[in-house]
């Protein structure tokens, strides 16, 4: 490993663990996640995320894959995407504080921004939400293009991206959980519709939970996969199928 790989490990530690007892708490909780999720493929460590984010072994199956990337459109296209965004330090923009907060700072250069805080004038002259109204607002400065693009908690943002790339904006990937009764299930329904038929790649969930704390958590495994690839040379241009069957030759 050379010194500036070293150096990545020293600044980044999976779920924001920072000393040595932390992070063997942290591994052993991965490593109980592993006992009720397959570990094979690039989405499987999405799952994994997913499942000790929100504590529950059965949201494994509510996490969805859609898009495409020059690999494929297998179930690992919106992972290497997004890992390949990390490499190439693009900017992860959220819908809130929360989102932006949650996402490690650490082994990565991507800049970090949130959409809130923009685009005031719009929702007072529309009466839309603020989120919405920040979405476009950065939308219209090209921000969104070739960003990781992150929505947590407003379903109102997640409905106004869709429309962003439905009229040509291309994030590099969507990682999209917003939450609650009222129509946040909708938002993730029109983020896949919009996802597939435009191949931009995108993580969802099906339902009506989700949150600011699992889109971080995703999204830090996106950087966690970029890491691999960087440090332990981990192979991003390998279809998942592929991938699942190497694993299970090497456990058999």
Known sequence: MTE?????????ADLG??????????????????????????ADRIRQKSVHSMGDIEFQ???????????????????R??????????????????????????GHDCEKRKAIGNGAELATETGMTRTAASVLELDKQGVYDGAIAVVG????????????????TRPAVVVATP?????????RTRIREISAEYDVPAITNVGRRGGSGLAAALTNELIHVAKDV???????????????????????
């Open 179 to 187: 939450v609650g009764f009222v129509k946040a299930e909708e938002s």
């Open 4 to 12: 500036a790989d070293q150096e990545y490990e020293r600044e980044y």
């Open 153 to 168: 908690n407003a379903p109102t943002a997640a409905f106004a991206l869709a429309d962003c790339i439905e009229n040509g």
């Open 81 to 106: 995407a997004g890992a390949r965004a990390v490499l190439d330090e693009a900017t992860i923009v959220t819908d809130i504080t929360m989102s932006k907060a949650g996402i490690t700072s650490r």
């Open 61 to 79: 199956h509510l996490i969805e894959f859609t898009g495409s990337d020059d690999v494929g459109d297998d179930e690992d296209a919106p992972v």
């Open 17 to 42: 663990a920072t000393t040595q007892n932390a992070m063997d708490i942290a591994e052993t909780s991965m490593d109980i996640v592993r006992q009720f999720v397959p570990d094979e493929t690039l």
């Open 230 to 252: 960087r440090t332990d040379g981990l192979e991003l241009a390998i279809p998942a199928e592929t991938r699942a069957a190497r694993a299970s030759q090497e456990d058999a």
